[in-house]
């Protein structure tokens, strides 16, 4: 998934914005455990059905998430397949990105003399912004 293509965008910007929420990142790691219908969301969550519903369609239109009818019931689930193709976009939009453990331990992959650079104190980038200075 090449994370330039229009249609790409779009889908991570969903998935950004469904994670941004504390209640939705709360019904993935209960979803995490086993699927769960809205019922059992919203005694556990202590949140209207409403509410749990509506979180479960940004979840699901970001692909995070499926429904499976059972009976009357419909049971939500992570949809592994799903986060799995996001995850590998989330690697190629973050895997230039490195921590600052990794620098230290020299496992950061960044060339020499800009780890040199870091060292001796911020580096300076385009339009005068500073990396690795304080404010």
Known sequence: MDLLEGGAVDDQ??????????????ILRLLKEHPQCVKALTERLAMTQPAVSQHLRVLREAGLVKAEKRGMWVHYALDHQALQARGKAMAELFGGWTTAQAVVDGTSGCPDELLEECQDGPVTLAAGHDHGGTS
Request: no cysteine; aromatic share 8%; proline share 0%.
């Open 13 to 26: 910007v969903k998935v950004f914005q469904a994670l941004s929420s504390e209640a939705r990142l709360e």
